[in-house]
């Protein structure tokens, strides 16, 4: 486990398809064949939104995200970084600037979104952002990133959209915590950002969970 700060990154390689990808604690995957840094849902735009709105919220959420977004760039030197589905949250607001200005420092990165839901982008936005390019889905080497699990694809998928979690019972109280889930065709990514709420109840059956805490990751 190596620590920074207030961050710390434990790590669980799994192998899918006879590639190596390693999971992290701080909600990100690293494909390790293609260099490429994976992730899901940071809703970027979502506190400022509910500021918009009149629900007071403090900026440092998005703040954090970044941190530990950087952070895991720092650790794997990626070459690329693909985000699967709702990059944004509300369209282009202020913590939309906020996000340009972090994504400037990393101007060799490429940088592929595979839009979700909620990533609604204007050509004038998606210029903004310095994506590499967008799209609807994306196959690399026989993976397809699609934000939510299709049904009618054959490849193996990796998807995002529901934010996973499990229920784990100690002998206090029943603890809520994120996951990873993977099955024979699919790996299911946490959301990024941790301002979004778990869902417990519609994620995968019978595959593996991988659930961490802020310094630990464990199989179940």
Known sequence: MLQNNNLNIAIKNITVKSQIFTLTNQRAVF????????LSDLHIGKTAHFRKNGIALANHIMKNDLERLSFLIEYFQP???IVVGD???AGDNSDVDAFCSWRNQYPDLHFY????????????LEKKLCLTFSTDSLTVDGFTFVH???????????????????ILNSAVKKIRLP????????????????????????????????VFTDSEIHEY
């Not at 979104?113 to 004038?124: E, W, Y």
């Not at 939510?148 to 499990?166: C, V, Y």
């Open 79 to 81: 070459e690329k970084f």
């Open 179 to 210: 996951c990873f889930v993977q099955t024979n065709n699919q790996l299911l990514l946490p959301a990024f950002s941790e301002f979004t709420g778990l869902d417990t109840k519609n994620i995968p059956k019978g595959g593996k969970f991988f």
């Open 148 to 166: 939510d699990f299709d049904e009618t694809l054959s490849e193996f998928q990796i998807t995002g959209h529901i934010h996973p979690g499990i």
């Open 87 to 89: 990059l944004l949250h």
């Open 113 to 124: 979104l595979v839009k979700g839901n909620h990533d609604r982008l204007s050509t004038a």
């Open 31 to 38: 494909w390790k064949k293609e260099k490429a840094l994976i």
